[in-house]
């Protein structure tokens, strides 16, 4: 819950993102531990603890910029 990770749909497991918040310009990196379903018009799912860093957890939502720093490995054969 507090770490720095996140669900995104479609980046490989393992994947650092630089996430930042448009609105506030504040930035966190989390790794990407989780893959699911997100509501239409969202790009990613912060973990609490990224959210907190963000300001963002009052609305739960915000703009925000991504920037894929590296690539985990994809699991598939």
Do not use: W
């Not at 819950?1 to 918040?21: D, I, K, Y």
């Not at 893959?35 to 915000?62: P, V």
């Amino acid at each position: 819950m507090n770490a720095m990770t996140a669900c995104h749909p479609t980046l490989p497991f393992g994947s650092m993102v630089r996430v930042v918040n448009l609105s506030n310009h504040r930035s966190v990196v989390v790794r990407i531990t989780d893959r699911g379903y997100l509501y239409e018009g969202r790009i990613i799912d912060l973990s609490y603890g990224a959210a907190t860093k963000l300001a963002m957890t009052e609305s739960g939502i915000a703009s925000v910029e991504l920037q894929v720093l590296s690539l985990g490995r994809s699991h598939h054969k």
